[in-house]
């Protein structure tokens, strides 16, 4: 899932302006069938399948069975220079703030003693996709916004489609030789093993994936596998695409990480007036954009003397930009306008400290960043 962000599925969605949560389905029986843009649903009370509709406003609906799920409709086009129109997928662990039952991840790297999965796929001709894994990894127990590790395994590709970045050699694992491409999105750093044909089946030991992105020095032990993915990266077409069954079991030296809780903490509110003496702020504001969308990373830096206790920021966005989720803020849009307010983690900023937050948008026309920020009413300088 190349939400850069790769996808930022399901943290929540900006509806008429503003940011609304997820409504997450229960588990599946019967086949549900899912058209909203990152509607998910969880199948045998183990793993979420997601329609993960992120590069495109064009329908998309999966047909979601017990094993597995179908793409039904897929009216996106992208073109094949640039990133897919959407990441349709099943998945266990943690994908923006949205978990599957019972899982043990995040799980550090050096605990992990394996981790294995097993798919089965149908495959379709006439449209331009892979069919590929995302395998999810930060620094941190991360269960929202982008990792900045992205491992990605193409078990097939059709059309004239490649994967970020360059190839930098090759792999043997599973007893087959794998062209490695290593590149970066803007949002995170992503090594994609390449299989030498077409495979639609596999039983695949993930553990070695890591271990070997571990060994060419993307990641380290003490990093945090967060989520393993699998489903398609479609740029055109893609209707008949299946994930007929899929498994994934990761075994470790401890038990599962104390789970999320079901509600995000309460936002520490903004002061009703700027904080008193010495107030002072810069804004670092790193997009990465491509044909019909973006993502942005905002820094905010306190540059006075005194604690910011609560704070909100404000600014435009130029025409043409819309906020769909956003991570570690809740971020509303009226217009052109808008206001990034912290989540409860992150309201306290000391001197010189710092706090971040991202998310991802819809692009008309040309790219261009917002040109001014305030924090809680004082304008922010540009760092």
């Known amino acids: 899932m190349r939400r850069p962000l790769r996808a930022l599925a399901a943290a929540g969605l900006l509806a008429a302006g503003s940011l609304v949560a997820?409504?997450?389905?229960?588990?599946?029986?019967?086949?549900?069938?899912?058209?909203?843009?990152?509607?998910?649903?969880?199948?045998q009370n183990r793993y979420v399948v997601q329609n993960n509709r992120w590069g495109t406003s064009a329908q998309q609906c999966i047909n979601v069975t017990s094993t597995g799920f179908e793409i039904t409709t897929q009216q996106g086009s992208a073109p094949t220079n640039g990133a897919p129109v959407s990441y349709p997928s099943v998945f266990v662990?943690?994908?923006?703030?949205?978990?599957?039952p019972g899982t043990n991840l995040p799980m550090q790297v050096d605990r992990i003693s394996s981790a294995t999965s097993s798919i089965d796929y149908r495959y379709v001709s006439g449209a331009t996709y892979n069919a590929s894994y995302d395998i999810w990894l930060d620094p941190t127990p991360k269960r929202n916004g982008v990792n900045q590790m992205e491992i990605m395994i193409w078990l097939n590709r059709q059309g004239p489609i490649q994967p970020i970045g360059s190839p930098v050699g090759t792999a043997t694992i599973d007893g087959r030789t794998w062209e490695v491409w290593r590149g970066s999105n803007g949002a995170n750093n992503v090594i994609s093993y390449l299989a030498p044909s077409t495979i639609s089946s596999a039983n695949l030991n993930l553990l070695a994936f890591i271990?070997?992105?571990?060994?060419?020095?993307?990641?380290?032990?003490?990093?945090?596998?967060?989520?393993?993915?699998?489903?398609?990266?479609?740029?055109?077409?893609?209707?008949?695409?299946a994930v007929n069954s899929f498994s994934a079991s990761v075994n470790g030296d401890g038990g599962p990480i104390t789970p999320p809780p079901s509600t995000p903490p309460p936002s520490t509110p903004p002061p009703s007036s700027p904080p008193p003496g010495g107030t002072g702020c810069a804004v670092t504001y790193t997009p990465n954009s491509w044909g019909s969308g973006f993502t942005a990373e905002v820094r905010i830096t306190n540059t006075g003397t005194s604690t910011i206790n609560g704070w909100m920021l404000t600014y435009t966005l130029p025409s043409g930009q819309r906020v769909t989720n956003a991570w570690n803020?809740?971020?509303?849009?009226?217009?052109?306008?808008?206001?990034?307010?912290?989540?409860?983690?992150?309201?306290?900023?000391?001197?010189?400290?710092?706090?971040?937050?991202?998310?991802?948008?819809?692009?008309?026309?040309?790219?261009a960043s917002p040109t001014s920020f305030s924090l809680n009413g004082v304008a922010c300088s540009r760092a």
Do not use: K, M
């Open 22 to 43: 997820v409504a997450y389905g229960g588990t599946a029986s019967a086949d549900t069938q899912i058209c909203e843009q990152y509607g998910s649903t969880v199948i």
């Open 93 to 100: 662990g943690c994908h923006y703030t949205n978990c599957s």
């Open 211 to 241: 271990r070997d992105t571990r060994d060419r020095g993307a990641i380290t032990n003490s990093w945090y596998l967060t989520s393993i993915q699998a489903g398609f990266e479609p740029w055109q077409g893609g209707a008949g695409l």
């Open 329 to 367: 803020a809740t971020v509303s849009q009226s217009g052109q306008n808008v206001t990034a307010r912290n989540v409860g983690h992150n309201g306290t900023i000391a001197p010189r400290g710092t706090a971040s937050f991202g998310y991802q948008g819809t692009l008309s026309g040309a790219y």
